[in-house]
């Protein structure tokens, strides 16, 4: 069993910056996709980006690229995600997810695992 733990979330204005980090336990991630994914009131729970095993594969939707970035480190058990240029859209709550058989999809159905989630709001 995996438990992942977010954290980092807060209050920001517009074109600020913010670390959101994703520690696992229970269990090695080797192997495992790494993924987080945003939800806002109202709308359902979207794709942001992943990561694989060794970090040299990561995925962006088209809304945060150029802006935020997704890192692994191993040794820890975390994943993070630097969110820069902010902006009010951005806000949602944001959950860690991971699965090992997902092959980068973007559908957090065929993620397994999830954290409680952090919340982020971006103020204008």
């Known amino acids: 069993q995996v438990q992942l733990a977010e954290s980092g979330g807060g209050l920001v204005q517009a074109g600020g910056s913010l670390r959101l980090s994703c520690a696992a336990s229970?269990?090695?991630?080797?192997?495992?996709?790494m993924g987080w994914f945003r939800q806002a009131p109202g709308k359902e729970r979207e794709f942001v980006t992943i990561?694989?095993?060794?970090?040299?594969?990561?995925a962006y939707a088209d809304s945060v690229k150029g802006r935020f970035t997704i890192s692994r480190d191993n040794a820890k058990n975390t994943v993070y995600l630097q969110m820069n240029s902010l902006k009010p859209g951005d806000t949602a709550i944001y959950y860690c997810?991971?699965?090992?058989?997902?092959?980068?999809?973007?559908?957090?159905?065929?993620?397994?695992?999830w954290g409680q989630g952090t919340q982020v709001t971006v103020s204008s």
């Open positions: 997810a991971a699965g090992a058989y997902t092959a980068g999809s973007r559908r957090p159905n065929e993620y397994p695992y």
């Open positions: 229970g269990r090695t991630l080797s192997g495992y996709y």
């Open positions: 990561i694989n095993w060794s970090g040299g594969n990561t």
